[in-house]
T-cell receptor, first 114, second 113 residues
Framework: GENVEQHPSTLSVQEGDSAVIKCTYS??????FPWYKQELGKGPQLIID?????GEKKDQRIAVTLNKTAKHFSLHITETQPEDSAVYFC?????????????FGKGTHLIIQP | EAGVVQSPRYKIIEKKQPVAFWCNPI?????LYWYLQNLGQGPELLIR????????DSQLPKDRFSAERLKGVDSTLKIQPAELGDSAVYLC???????????FGQGTRLTVV
């Protein structure tokens, strides 16, 4: 089955700086890669996703890049703000939208220092 | 529009007791998932429903876990009997179809003592 590795487990950045979280996956058949943000006491919320037919996708301050050859994808957050503090999870799935169920990484606790 | 609703939010039970969790997906969503999230880990899929049919329950520990989705809307997840290692957050998610994004509920935090 799929295995998703996520690094780092904790990331502390100064407000206004950029944050980068990296994930690798093992199943070459995976082609859907969402990122979820989970705040304390809440369920994961989708913030951005990318499919294997594109290499990069951007939505305001967040962007995701995908390298299918190397089987890794990354989340980039620019101009970080206090409300970006949360746990971020990457995930992978073979089917669009994660129809076959998502395999998640272990999460990155992002801390934005004022 | 209401999101995925789960209840209860918190549950504390003694080991060997039964427990049940309830999920009401977003209206019109045909696909429903139950995930297990251990502390400090990412969610892990337990079971996936397409309408009332369980199409993937390969990760569900069937000796003690069961689930149902009568009429293809609400779903319940049951554990009987509960063990100490079952302490975790149980998340429900739904999607409009099998190929659209999944929306998660807030989860039920189970503590087995």
């Amino acid at each position: 089955g799929e295995n998703v590795e996520q690094h780092p487990s904790t990331l502390s950045v100064q407000e206004g700086d950029s944050a980068v979280i990296k994930c690798t996956y093992s199943d070459s058949a995976s082609n859907y890669f969402p990122w979820y943000k989970q705040e304390l006491g809440k369920g994961p919320q989708l913030i951005i996703d990318i499919r294997s037919n594109v290499g990069e996708k951007k939505d305001q301050r967040i962007a995701v890049t995908l390298n299918k050859t190397a089987k890794h994808f990354s989340l980039h957050i620019t101009e970080t703000q206090p409300e970006d503090s949360a746990v971020y999870f990457c995930a992978a799935s073979r089917m669009r939208g994660g129809a076959d169920g998502l395999t998640f990484g272990k999460g990155t606790h992002l801390i934005i220092q004022p | 529009e209401a999101g995925v609703v789960q209840s209860p939010r918190y549950k504390i039970i003694e080991k060997k007791q039964p427990v049940a969790f309830w999920c009401n997906p977003i209206s019109g969503h045909n696909t429903l998932y139950w995930y297990l999230q251990n502390l400090g880990q990412g969610p892990e899929l337990l079971i996936r429903y397409e309408n009332e049919e369980a199409v993937d329950d390969s990760q569900l520990p069937k000796d003690r876990f069961s689930a149902e989705r009568l009429k293809g809307v609400d779903s319940t997840l049951k554990i009987q009997p509960a063990e100490l290692g079952d302490s975790a957050v149980y998340l429900c998610a739904s999607s409009l179809t099998a190929v659209t994004e999944a929306f998660f509920g807030q989860g039920t935090r189970l503590t087995v003592v």
